[in-house]
C-alpha cells in the first residue's frame, strides 16, 4: 500500500462523522469482564460475543472500522465465516491490535512501557496479507502525585515512533494511543498539563524519526480530571480543556483525532465529544471523534449476559450507543437522542 493509499484509509475511517469501535480486549480483559456477569470464560464465549458485535444491523451506518484481538482476526463464526468476512460484509474496515501489553520500566518505578516492537514487522506482513488496513498501539502513561517522568514519556514516544514507522513501511495505517491514565485524585489542569507535555513529546519524537503525520490518526485520551477526584468537572469545562491542548500540540497535518473513552459513562463520553464538535470544529483542523471500546459495547454485554436469546436487544444497545457517539461526532447529539433506541 503506498501512502497515498494509508492517507486515503484514514479519510475513509473519518468520513461521515463515523468513528471506530474498538473490540481488541486481550482474552484476560475480555474473560474478566465476562466473569463479573457470570458469561462462562470461553474461546467459544469470546467469538460469540464479536461476532454478535459484527453482525449488530446497522452498525456501519455509525462505525467506519473495527479493532480486533489477534484471537478474533482468526476464528470464524459459528456458520464458518472467517471473522473478517463478517467485518467486509458489513461494509466496516479491519484493523488490529499490534502491541503485546505494557512492562514495567527500567529504573523507574511504577512506570510502564509498550512490549511488541521484536517481530513486529512480521506480525504486521501477516496481518496485511490477511486483510488488516490498519493497526492500534497503546502506551499507557501513568499519572499520580509524583508521575510521569520524562523519562517513561520519551520512552513511549520512542516506541510510537518506531510502531507507526513500521505500519507505515508495511502499508497499514497507525492509530497512535499515547494513554494519559488519570485513575487518582488529580485536577483537571494536571490532566491537561500531563497530556499537552505528554503529545508534544509524541511529535516531537515522529519528527525526529520521520514518520508520516498525513497517514496516521491519533487516539488520545480527554482531558478528565482523575477518575477519584469528587469534581469531575463539566462537560463544558472537559471539552474546552481538551480542544485547547490539542490546538497546542498536535500538527495539523494530522488527519484526524479519535478519542478513547477513559473509562467514563457512555453518555459522558457522549456529551463530551458532542460538545467538542458544537463549539469549536470550525476552530480544530482535523476530525474529532471516538475510538470507543467499552463506552460502547457495555450496555450491550450486560444485556446479553451470553445468552442467544438476548441477542437482538443486545445488538440494538450497541447500535444505539453507535448512533449517539455518531450524532457527537457531528456535534447533534442531545439528550432525545438517548430516547430513541
Not at 480486549?25 to 470461553?42: A, L, V, Y
Not at 505494557?102 to 512506570?111: D, Q, R, V
Request: hydrophobic share 40%.
Amino acid at each position: 500500500m503506498s501512502m497515498k493509499e494509508l492517507v486515503q484509509t484514514a479519510a475513509d475511517l473519518l468520513a461521515y462523522d463515523k468513528g471506530l469501535l474498538a473490540i481488541d480486549e486481550s482474552t484476560r480483559t475480555c474473560n474478566k469482564r465476562f466473569g463479573e456477569i457470570g458469561i462462562p470464560q470461553t474461546v467459544a464465549a469470546r467469538r460469540a460475543y464479536r461476532e454478535l458485535i459484527l453482525t449488530a444491523p446497522g452498525l456501519s451506518e455509525s462505525i467506519s472500522g473495527v479493532i480486533l484481538f489477534d484471537e478474533t482476526i482468526r476464528q470464524k463464526a459459528k456458520d464458518g465465516t472467517p471473522i473478517l468476512g463478517l467485518v467486509l460484509q458489513a461494509g466496516i474496515i479491519p484493523g488490529i491490535k499490534v502491541d503485546e501489553g505494557t512492562t514495567g520500566l527500567a529504573g523507574h518505578p511504577g512506570e510502564n512501557v509498550t512490549e511488541g516492537l521484536d517481530g513486529l514487522g512480521r506480525r504486521l506482513a501477516e496481518y496485511v496479507q490477511m486483510g488488516a488496513l490498519f493497526a492500534k498501539w497503546r502506551c499507557a502513561i501513568v499519572l499520580d502525585e509524583v508521575l510521569p517522568t520524562q523519562a517513561a514519556i520519551s520512552a513511549n514516544a520512542q516506541t510510537l515512533a518506531r510502531y507507526a514507522l513500521m505500519c507505515q513501511e508495511a502499508g497499514i495505517l497507525p492509530i497512535v494511543e499515547p494513554e494519559v491514565v488519570m485513575e487518582g485524585m488529580n485536577s483537571l489542569q494536571t490532566s491537561a498539563e500531563v497530556t499537552e507535555q505528554v503529545l508534544h513529546t509524541v511529535f516531537d519524537e515522529f519528527y525526529n524519526q520521520g514518520v508520516i503525520l498525513e497517514g496516521m490518526i491519533l487516539k488520545p485520551n480527554m482531558v478528565l480530571p482523575g477518575l477519584k477526584n469528587p469534581d469531575q468537572g463539566s462537560v463544558d469545562h472537559v471539552a474546552e480543556a481538551t480542544v485547547r491542548i490539542l490546538r497546542r500540540s498536535v500538527p495539523a497535518a494530522v488527519p484526524g483525532i479519535a478519542f478513547l473513552s477513559g473509562g467514563q459513562p457512555g453518555e459522558r463520553d457522549s456529551a463530551i465529544l458532542n460538545a467538542m464538535n458544537a463549539k469549536y470544529r470550525l476552530k480544530a483542523p482535523w476530525a474529532l471523534t471516538f475510538s470507543f471500546g467499552r463506552a460502547i459495547q457495555h450496555p450491550a454485554l450486560e444485556i446479553w449476559g451470553g445468552k442467544e436469546k438476548n441477542l437482538d436487544a443486545a445488538q440494538q444497545a450497541l447500535v444505539h450507543r453507535a448512533r449517539c457517539d455518531r450524532a457527537a461526532s457531528a456535534g447533534q447529539y442531545n439528550q432525545s437522542i438517548e430516547g430513541t433506541q
